[in-house]
């Protein structure tokens, strides 16, 4: 009988009991834990006495540094830095994912943050796709330091594609962190992956928590590089880079009554380049979902057959479909979103391959959609 898939199960959950042991009680030969800044200090359940220790705030999370991006999260009480390449989505349980472009791109490295609370869980229920014995025996774990925390690192965890997990307790709240596509076998994507867990866990703070606060990821609009250029709309909530040599006009009202803001080269009857028109409009309580319907039908009634779109787009967090091709004086291409309660529509023209413009439109196309972003609202 095959006695080592049982041995690391038992190694695996005396881990767990020892990172339950260290959450209670922090004293012993490594610096005290973090607690949140509105504590006095913890209790210590075995001796019921009550150990000061040092108080962490926002002002002690690490600082932005070239290639990298700030990620403050107060209404879970962490902070850390991530790659400058990556964008954030937060849902609507409050776990973030850490992706490129698009949650759905399989060509790079995906990671993902979850925090809630422990309420005596086992390993097994927090994870809910857990390794079978036979797993378990092709696996490899340790422990790490986490926020001045005890953590344990799951590698080669088995699912969609392989995974590295930390867990770590906390405040009566457990931290799980996972990144995919993390191993030798994905190759340079790999390679990314194992920088994406490193900068992450050696980032990682715990600090005191702010129910209210808002998620702040990332500066609030995007750093110019060579050949671009950064515009603004305050008044409509977004900014974006632009390639050299584009003008805006963002006076524009829309067919339906919006804002509009017009982007082009020279003039806006130029047609021998590329143009970017973005309107915004109440949303009027319709969803992602029901503007995509309304555009599809629009787009049908055009042509006389059912449009073909996309989903998996996002910017700045925000999810986005795309109708590609669409009917009309020339074909163009839309990306369609909502937020905080406005529709946000980008046209660019010409969406035509054939078109002598298109390699310029893709160029003006990668650059918005990589750098789109929101402002923060107060």
Known sequence: MNTKPFFILSLLFSLLAFLMLAACSPTGGDEPAAVVENQTGVIDDMTDTETVVE????ADCPEAVPGAHQLIYAAQG??????????????????????????????????????EALNGRTIQEIIPDYPSDAELATMSFLTIQLGGEQATVLDNLPGQDVNRRVIALHDGRVVDIMV????????????????LYQMITDSFRFIGIEPEA??????????????????????DGYCLLLPDGYAVDDSLTSNNGGAETAVYVDSLMNSTQPRLFITVEDANGRTLDDITIEKAA????????????????????????????VPGQDFTRQ????????????????????????????????????SFSFLWQD
């Open 298 to 325: 629009e787009i049908e009634a055009m042509m006389g057959s059912s449009p073909m779109w996309s989903f998996g787009y996002m910017l700045d967090g925000v999810m986005g479909n795309q109708f590609d091709q």
């Open 55 to 58: 108080k962490i705030s926002i």
């Open 180 to 195: 995919a596509r993390i191993g030798a076998e994905y190759g340079a994507v790999g390679e990314q992956a194992e920088a």
């Open 78 to 115: 962490i902070c850390f830095l991530y790659p400058n390449t990556y964008d954030v989505f937060q849902s609507e349980d409050g776990s973030l994912a850490l992706y490129v472009r698009s949650l759905l791109n399989t060509e790079a490295p995906l990671a993902t943050v979850r925090l």
């Open 214 to 235: 808002p998620l702040l990821a990332g500066p609030e609009c995007p750093e110019p590089v060579v050949g671009t250029s950064l515009f603004t709309n305050a008044e």
């Open 335 to 370: 990306v369609v979103l909502v937020r905080d309660g406005r529709v946000y529509t980008l046209t660019f023209i010409p969406d035509d391959p054939e078109a002598a413009a298109y390699a310029d439109l893709q160029l003006l196309y990668d650059t918005v959609m990589d």
